[in-house]
């Protein structure tokens, strides 16, 4: 979707600013909403591409003027909802007046170090043959969709070079609403800058994207 | 539990919500965020969705194991062992794994290679994705809007604000980490640590330098930023 979170090539949003000496987190209550979004996204009740649709749905004014953590809990707290695993007044409240609904699974401090060691790889085999080979020009796909993509709006309708093959993956659009996986071959694409930004560009510069195979088209 | 907020100039409202971290020995008056933390955390804890001990180690995990170091431990070893330098930018993340580094958030790693010719740069423009296993959490610059708008766009005006300047004869690629694949630069090895032991030159290696935005610090100057 168009939404707030689609950034890339921006301006006035001024100057990076990194801060010296970061900490991991800025208070305490950054810690438990990036571990609650943990904990429940083990669950299952939803998945990471689910969770990114959430966000960036927030009003681009309160996206761009919330913090990141910020942006984590207003998101947490719809899945929640949406789910059916809490009530408005029960996360108003901040106590349970209801029975829980069942989950597939709750993380617990013994597993969570082997488990978040191995990883949850979003690989999967391929249903068909890649339709691009390294090497092949292409040009992203004009679209428009509302609801999640990984194709940022900087890119669509720009040529590029497809760079590598990754494999097939989990395909974000579809799964972000459970409307399931669907592997989706994975490539590198490499557009140059100056298709990009034109005579702004960065002389010889490159931005490489990764792109499902949906979002091309061959040149 | 103090923390600076020379960065309160902020258009994004970060310093204002954690303006009150109720770890502050003054905090007895909690932020409106704050209390719906605590009030989602009770809810969660009763209906039996999370463990206040995997949330605690979560939190522990991630301030005090997964960081920077691992990542320097892998570009130390790069720089060191031709062998691994050729299996890490062929197939990073079994590579990576030889070090016993990697999982959530990494399990499809790539690793570029800075050279004379090019240096590449890592950006999510959507979200934050970041590498975990090798980097750990992402600062909130990598976060935040002016990065995500500008490092595709500008990269080498992005780079001069984190005090960096690049040769003109040097190309600039780009990274969007627009899928589950993860990007880490491999930075080139400074002059003048011939000879220093890995340990000795992956104190050398700073975030910055493996997200792109920085250069690995000189031999004598192992203070990290």
Redesign the interface.
């Known amino acids: 979707m168009n939404g707030g979170?689609?950034?890339?090539?921006?301006?006035g949003?001024?100057?990076?600013?990194?801060?010296?000496?970061?900490?991991?987190?800025?208070?305490?209550?950054?810690?438990?909403?990036?571990?609650?979004a943990?904990?429940?996204g083990f669950?299952g009740a939803w998945n990471l591409d689910g969770s990114?649709a959430v966000?960036?749905s927030l009003p681009p004014a309160e996206y761009?003027?919330?913090?990141?953590?910020?942006i984590w809990?207003e998101a947490?707290?719809k899945q929640?909802l949406a789910q059916g695993?809490?009530t408005a007044g029960?996360?108003?409240?901040?106590?349970?007046t209801a029975p829980?609904k069942p989950?597939a699974r709750?993380?617990?401090?013994e597993i969570?170090?082997p488990r978040?060691?191995?990883?949850?790889?979003?690989?999967r085999p391929p249903g068909a043959p890649a339709r691009f080979a390294v090497g092949d020009a292409v040009v992203a796909k004009v679209m428009n969709p509302e609801t999640h993509t990984?194709?940022?709006r900087?890119v669509r309708g720009r040529p590029g070079r497809v760079e590598a093959l990754?494999g097939a993956?989990?395909f974000?659009d579809t799964n972000a609403y459970g409307r399931g996986e669907n592997p989706t071959w994975?490539y590198?694409v490499?557009f140059a800058?100056a298709d990009?930004?034109g005579p702004?560009?960065?002389?010889?510069?490159?931005?490489?994207?990764?792109?499902?195979e949906p979002y091309l088209d061959p040149a | 539990?103090t923390?600076?907020h020379?960065?309160g100039?902020?258009?994004?409202?970060?310093a204002?919500?954690?303006a009150?971290?109720?770890?502050h020995p003054h905090g007895s008056e909690l932020s409106a965020?704050?209390a719906?933390?605590?009030?989602?955390?009770?809810?969660?804890v009763?209906?039996?969705?999370?463990?206040p001990?995997?949330?605690?180690?979560?939190?522990e995990?991630?301030?005090t194991e997964i960081?920077p170091h691992l990542g320097a431990r892998v570009v130390a070893r790069a720089w060191t062992d031709p062998a691994f330098r050729a299996r890490l930018l062929a197939e990073a993340t079994p590579a990576i794994a030889e070090l016993g580094i990697?999982?959530?958030?990494?399990?499809?790693m790539?690793v570029v290679e800075n050279t004379p010719e090019t240096h590449n740069m890592v950006v999510c423009?959507?979200?934050?994705c970041y590498p975990w296993?090798v980097l750990?959490?992402p600062?909130?610059?990598y976060?935040?809007?002016?990065?995500?708008?500008?490092?595709?766009?500008?990269?080498?005006g992005?780079l001069r604000?984190?005090g960096v300047s690049i040769p003109?004869t040097t190309?600039?690629?780009?990274?969007?980490?627009?899928?589950?694949?993860r990007f880490m630069v491999l930075p080139m090895r400074p002059a003048g640590t011939e000879g220093l032991p890995e340990e000795a030159l992956a104190a050398l290696v700073t975030r910055?330098a493996m997200i792109g935005t920085g250069l690995p610090l000189s031999p004598g100057a192992e203070i990290r930023?």
């Open positions: 979170q689609d950034l890339g090539g921006a301006h949003f001024g100057p990076v600013v990194p801060e010296p000496d970061e900490p991991v987190f800025h208070g305490a209550w950054e810690r438990r909403v990036f571990a609650m943990m904990a429940m669950t990114r966000r960036e761009l003027s919330s913090s990141y953590y910020k809990l947490l707290e929640i695993l809490a029960e996360i108003a409240a901040g106590h349970s829980a989950v709750t993380l617990s401090a969570l170090r978040f060691r191995a990883g949850f790889p979003s690989e990984r194709l940022p900087y990754h993956f989990v974000p994975l590198t490499a800058a990009l930004w702004d560009a960065d002389p010889g510069g490159r931005v490489t994207i990764a792109a499902f | 539990m923390h600076d020379s960065h100039d902020d258009p994004h409202g970060h204002h919500d954690h009150h971290d109720h770890d965020v704050e719906r933390v605590r009030a989602l955390e009770s809810l969660l009763e209906k039996g969705y999370v463990q001990a995997a949330l605690d180690a979560l939190v995990m991630y301030e960081g990697g999982g959530r958030g990494g399990e499809h790539v423009t959507l979200c934050s296993p750990g959490l600062p909130v610059w976060k935040a809007p002016p990065y995500r708008a500008r490092a595709v766009s500008d990269p080498r992005v604000e984190f003109e190309r600039i690629t780009v990274w969007d980490s627009t899928a589950e694949t910055d930023s």
